[in-house]
């Protein structure tokens, strides 16, 4: 079936990096725009960027400009998305979600939680 | 950016009851617009996208309305299994925004 399985949940220190991956399984995976959404706790959500597994373009959010990289990976059909100089408010769950029309599909969810 | 304002921000019925949730966008988006269903703990979960279609697998009880800035997500007649957090999602423009939420809960 469908899925999207996400690394588990992480703790950096402030002024760190996080990197999650989603590991995509079930379809084509070149054949779908990646999406990462994150949600603060007890917030609505976030939308951070995009992308494009075939040829690997992204968009971001001008939010997360210079702070957030997404890569992906075909041989291993996994997207990956790394988040630098970490704050104490980008603790969030982080998830990936496959688009069509819409978000469609969603990982489970990767909890980031920024503590010194 | 493209802002989403959603109403109400909570909402408290009983089984059985219609609601209508409202969104409105900034500016036009014409028909890109989709609605979430989340509950606590879990992913978002997509009911409608192109502003009225029903994603598949998702009950006939649910409906999507509107285009250009108005759009309504209305439950004909509630169930237990929808109370729950609502989000509308224009993807006419990036950066993608999402309304605010609302929650329905048990009145």
């Known amino acids: 079936q469908v899925q999207l399985v996400q690394t588990g949940a992480e703790v950096r220190k402030p002024g760190a990096s996080v990197k999650v991956s989603c590991k995509a399984s079930g379809y084509t995976f070149t054949s779908y725009y990646m999406h990462w959404v994150r949600q603060a706790p007890g917030q609505g959500l976030e939308w951070m960027g995009m992308i494009n597994p075939n040829g690997g373009k992204t968009t971001y959010a001008q939010k997360f400009q210079g702070r957030v990289t997404m890569t992906r990976d075909t041989s291993t059909t996994t997207v990956y998305m790394e988040l630098s100089s970490l704050r104490s408010d980008d603790t969030a769950i982080y998830y990936c979600a496959r688009s069509l029309n819409g978000m469609d599909v969603w990982g489970q969810g990767t909890t980031v939680t920024v503590s010194s | 950016d493209i802002q989403m304002t959603q109403s109400p921000s909570t909402l408290s019925a009983s089984v059985g009851d219609r609601v209508t949730i409202t969104c409105r966008a900034s500016?036009?988006?014409?028909?890109?617009l989709v609605w979430y269903q989340q509950k606590p703990g879990k992913a978002p979960k997509l009911l409608i996208y192109k502003a009225s279609s029903l994603q598949n697998g998702v009950p006939s009880r649910f409906s999507g309305r509107g285009s250009g800035t108005e759009f309504t997500l209305t439950i004909s007649s509630l169930q237990p299994d929808d109370f729950a957090t609502y989000f509308c999602?224009?993807?006419?423009?990036?950066?993608?925004?999402f309304g605010h939420g609302t929650k329905v809960d048990i009145k």
């Open positions: 500016q036009s988006i014409s028909d890109w």
């Open positions: 999602q224009q993807f006419n423009l990036y950066p993608w925004t």
